[in-house]
T-cell receptor, first 108, second 116 residues
Framework: RKEVEQDPGPFNVPEGATVAFNCTYSNSASQSFFWYRQDCRKEPKLLMS???SGNEDGRFTAQLNRASQYISLLIRDSKLSDSATYLC?????????FGPGTRLSVLP | EAQVTQNPRYLITVTGKKLTVTCSQNMNHEYMSWYRQDPGLGLRQIYYSMNVEVTDKGDVPEGYKVSRKEKRNFPLILESPSPNQTSLYFC???????????????FGPGTRLTVL
């Protein structure tokens, strides 16, 4: 089973900060990538897909580097409500492989 | 409303007492999956199913069974639960367009299981 690894947490940042998470995947055959957000004891929810050309959704930017086999998530102007655990996912074939998650705490 | 439902949401049981956690989705997704989540270990896939009557093992299948007799349902069965199966369980479903990779998974609300 190929792994997906993420930055160890927790990240404690002040409101308004910019924070970046990285995620590496070991299976070069991985086809699709996503970032999920998970609040404590709740189900993971899709934050955004990650496209080869990079993509942005409001304060969130995701990038994919296939050559180096990593994906990233940038959060600008952090809000208190961004506090959560962020999971990256790589899909190869029918296998969804989740990273262990990185915990973010945005402090007032 | 498009959703994945799981029941029960919370369950406390004793070692060896067979139990079933149900999962149902109303999105006509062909792909369904079960995960367990434990502190420090993240989400680990137990079993998945690519369609009716097609199931396969994930990373941690030992001690679990599944069935997929209908497209919408994918129950998780613990024939003889043990304390090391105490965990938070999630069911999820997904789909893909012809010739493409799977799209994102939609998760159920989770089932918190405690085996004494």
């Amino acid at each position: 089973r190929k792994e997906v690894e993420q930055d160890p947490g927790p990240f404690n940042v002040p409101e308004g900060a910019t924070v970046a998470f990285n995620c590496t995947y070991s299976n070069s055959a991985s086809q699709s990538f996503f970032w999920y957000r998970q609040d404590c004891r709740k189900e993971p929810k899709l934050l955004m897909s990650v496209y080869s050309s990079g993509n942005e959704d409001g304060r969130f930017t995701a990038q994919l580097n296939r050559a180096s086999q990593y994906i990233s998530l940038l959060i600008r102007d952090s809000k208190l409500s961004d506090s959560a655990t962020y999971l990256c996912v790589a899909i190869y074939g029918q296998n969804f492989v989740f990273g262990p998650g990185t915990r973010l705490s945005v402090l007032p | 409303e498009a959703q994945v439902t799981q029941n029960p949401r919370y369950l406390i049981t004793v070692t060896g007492k067979k139990l079933t956690v149900t999962c149902s989705q109303n999105m006509n997704h062909e792909y369904m999956s079960w995960y367990r989540q434990d502190p420090g270990l993240g989400l680990r896939q137990i079993y998945y199913s690519m369609n009716v009557e097609v199931t396969d093992k994930g990373d941690v299948p030992e001690g679990y069974k599944v069935s997929r007799k209908e497209k919408r349902n994918f129950p998780l069965i613990l024939e003889s639960p043990s304390p090391n199966q105490t965990s938070l369980y999630f069911c999820a479903s997904s789909y893909r367009l012809a010739g493409a990779s799977y799209n994102e998974q939609f998760f159920g609300p989770g089932t918190r299981l405690t085996v004494l």
